[in-house]
């Protein structure tokens, strides 16, 4: 149960009379209704009500919705005040506001009702315009409704609120007794509850009920003395329910961040040489770097590659973030892979026919570490091999799925790595832990990297043997991980 549902069911309780003991010593609420009738009849003779506006028409069983305790009486929710909706929006308008000043009424919004403070809002009429306007008067003890956008937000105004009108987002509530104000907002919420749940809305606020519909609910209306004690009550417990509210939300943040924060944590233990044992008959990452340097040599020498790939840029003590095995070798990316950026096609140079090779854009080719192609070329300029680690480089960052098409064209948003040396289980592991640094990192796996973000990259080298044994582990805890979160 979450902190609104808690909510509703103490609201819920309270309105049927299971909230707090009946006092058989309480005045029963047949006598508090008696007197707001002499209310209403007193101010039918003042004029300030209308004869039919006396009128009750009685509640059968069949529209109570539950049983009440004894002393307290079904009435319908216009028995209790009258209700008044804003002006249509003709009747009020920008054109017809005016400065502020001792003269000026002022015009009450939707926000007063929703931050409960009549000092917001800086619009007035002229009391010439308030004049024609009188029906929508509100003042001290006037309830204001918000009715648009955000429903269902009510404030009493206090003693010290300027008299004014009402604009078109609110309705104002006018009680016969003053007394029965704080269980009447109670009310107001359980009536607006209620129609939600008749429309299937949940616990948001849509609409306020249409007037004709709201002044004919019938409502349960409890000894004044007890109304008092669950509104006390209800006082007691909604902070207590705040609270549980924000322990709720941070547990709810806790359980989905936390597969992801375990998932760093053992990436960042992977390449630290810290999940799993290292073994000292593992052939060290020193000799697996020299025949690296060996291979790349010979294929210089053949004519594929050029001698600048045989250059490696030192790496200095203070560059390398943390410690690593003495079997392993800090050295950078691009001293052991391969990698291929991707160029975007013109539109004529692609179809959607499956006519040619796929073509790769970006994000929305990648799903749950699969490609989805959509588009094929006749004219690849940068063709990925089978095999490639594909990875996103542009928008959607360190998207990554292998190339288990064949030959493919990549767009620019898109780059391929490969390496004939190394696990690229490994590899792809380690790019993902960069990506999870991008709130820590100016440069890296970011959006927007460059060939040389990545090549640049420095990358803790295990012995071989100790990277599959890395992957191995990885991928049985995240496993573990996965199964968790269903």
Partial sequence: MNAQQLRNSILQEAIEGRLVPQDPNDEPASVLLERIREEKIRLVKEDKLKKKDLEEKPISEDEKPFDIPKGWVWVRWG??????????????????????????????????????????????????????????????????????????????LPSDAPVGIINQALMRARLYLESIIPYWLLNFQYILLIENKLKGSGSAIKNIPPFEVLKAMPVPLPPLEEQKRIVTKIEELLPKVEEYGKAQEALDKLNKELPERLKKSILQEAISGRLVPQDPNDEPASVLL????????????????????????PITDDEKPFDIPQTWEWVRLGAVISLLSGRDLPPQDYNDSNNGIPYITGASNFKDGQLLINRWTN?????????????????????????????????????????????????????????????????????????????????????LAEQKRIVAKIEQLFGEIDELKK
């Fill in 79 to 156: 028995e209790l005040g009258e209700y008044k909706k804003g002006p249509f929006g003709s009747s009020l308008t920008k054109s017809m506001f005016v400065p502020k000043s001792d003269n000026a009424i002022k015009v009450y919004e939707q926000k007063n009702a929703i931050q409960k403070n009549y000092s917001l809002g800086d619009y007035y009429i002229s009391k010439e315009k308030y004049e024609t306007m009188t029906g929508f008067t509100v003042h001290f003890g006037d309830i204001i409704v918000s009715c648009a956008g955000t429903i269902g937000e009510t404030y009493l």
């Fill in 290 to 313: 020299d025949k690296i340097r060996k291979e790349k040599a010979q294929l210089v020498k053949e004519g594929k590659l050029k001698k600048k790939d045989l250059i490696e840029t």
């Fill in 379 to 463: 004219k690849p300029i940068t063709v990925s091999k089978m095999g490639d680690l594909l990875i996103t480089c542009k928008g959607t960052i360190g998207t990554m799925a292998y190339n288990d098409v064949g030959e493919i064209h990549i767009a620019r948003q898109v780059m391929a790595i490969n390496s004939i040396y190394l696990n690229l289980d490994y590899i792809k592991y380690f790019l993902m832990r960069q990506v999870f640094e991008l709130d820590k990192k100016a440069k890296s796996i970011i959006p927007g990297i460059s060939r040389e973000d990545v090549l640049d990259s420095l990358f803790p080298l295990p012995p």
